[in-house]
């Protein structure tokens, strides 16, 4: 079984390769807006905190509070 710390990477991954493949969608509504550029530079940016999340893996609240693994 994998840990909620495996687990949480996982998605932190799949969120960040999603976000610098630039949806369509969000392409096109960028492009409307007129704010491609101000997009590109807000994905860069988001990419940056995922990866320093990644980095620097969060405790648990149960660990935060008790100074423990709750196990999960």
Do not use: C
């Not at 980095?55 to 693994?69: I, L, Q, T």
């Amino acid at each position: 079984m994998q840990s909620y710390q495996e687990r949480r990477e996982r998605a932190l991954i799949i969120v960040a390769e999603k976000l610098n493949l630039f949806p369509s969608d969000m392409q096109v509504e960028a492009a409307v807006w007129g704010v491609t550029n101000e997009t590109k530079e807000v994905i860069e940016e988001v990419t940056e905190w995922i990866n320093a999340a990644r980095a620097f893996p969060r405790a648990s609240k149960h660990e935060v509070f008790f100074g423990e693994d709750d196990g999960q």
